[in-house]
């Protein structure tokens, strides 16, 4: 089973219909990086169970309710009164969303260590589960315990620097993480930010180096890049009619993770051993995941049954 970590909260997306200029009406709907990939996880089949706080207010009824529609385990799912999370989005004419984030006294903040099951093989954090205090450090040594028991480890970190008040300090605090990481997701912009507008494909490849089997660049139309000890493989993505970008990355996430698992190669020796076929196999299944999310409003990533078989 994989565990993700992290925060749920829900977007308020523009209505489409709303003219330049005004202020139209706002739609919630669910998601947060982390919740993301446990409901894409599910949707493929894959045994997963999401891990976090989210609050008794009707947002975490339907949030909650949510991950059992899509086959999510949520018995590390803690309840609190708490409000649940905002984010604001704004939505460039390509589709491409900015946020802005409401989160003081929100319930992610306040999730408490757990042990994770037995049958556990995988954890998977990112976004804000990994900035905002005091859930970040509970995520934090949870990263760093599961690895030292010899659990595989995702990271996607998915950076909202609005809510980093210490650039510096966050890269430093990344870099600690790298060698406890055996999948490392980011997008290219992510990939600047961190690099602090260094070149992203050399930094791709110096973080590679300080333990994650690989390194896997998201750009957006222009594809996937995995980094490897081996060097680099590239797929493109595939052309479709972009409704919004929201939820692509995380569906990104979650496909690798569900190819790897599929494969019997959710470990680090298993995804060193993955050859250039089998990089363009799990890379062309991601995208091809990502492209139906982003062809849909929100966070709404595809069913097994929707994608070729991979």
Request: aromatic share 6%; with cysteine; net charge negative.
């Amino acid at each position: 089973m994989i565990v993700i970590g992290g925060e749920a909260l829900v977007d308020l997306v523009p209505d489409p219909a709303t003219g330049e200029g005004e202020l139209g009406p706002l739609h919630p709907l669910l998601g947060g990086g982390p919740y993301n990939v446990a409901i894409a996880l599910g949707r493929l089949g894959v045994p997963a169970a999401f891990y976090a706080k989210v609050s008794t207010d009707q947002f975490g009824d339907k949030l909650v309710e949510r991950l059992l529609a899509s086959d999510v385990d949520v018995e590390l799912v803690q309840r609190g009164p708490e409000p649940t999370t905002l984010a604001v989005v704004g939505l460039a004419e390509d589709g491409s969303a900015r946020y802005s984030f409401h989160t003081e006294g929100t319930a992610t903040r306040f999730v408490t260590a757990r042990e994770l099951p037995e049958r556990t093989t995988a954890l998977c954090l990112g976004t804000l589960g990994m900035v905002l205090e005091p859930g970040a450090s509970v995520y934090e040594e949870a990263l760093f315990r599961e690895a030292g028991r010899g659990r595989f480890i995702a990271l996607d970190p998915n950076i909202r620097a609005d809510l980093i008040t210490d650039a510096d300090a966050y890269r430093a605090r990344f870099r600690s993480w790298l060698p406890s990481v055996g999948l490392l997701k980011v997008s290219d912009d992510d990939a600047e930010w961190l690099a602090d507008g260094g070149d992203v494909l050399a930094a791709a490849r110096d973080w590679q180096r300080q333990g994650p089997a690989a390194v896997v660049l998201t750009r957006g139309a222009d594809g996937l890049t995995a980094v490897t000890a081996d060097g680099e493989v590239t797929v493109p993505g595939e052309r479709v009619e972009v409704a919004d970008t929201i939820g692509a990355g995380d569906t990104v996430q979650a496909a690798l993770l569900a190819w790897l698992h599929r494969n019997d190669a959710l470990s680090a020796a298993g995804v060193r051993g993955l050859d250039r076929e089998q990089w363009e196999r799990a890379l062309r299944f991601a995208a091809a995941a990502a492209a139906i999310t982003v062809s849909r409003p929100g966070a709404e990533p595809p069913w097994i049954g929707e994608l070729p078989t991979d």
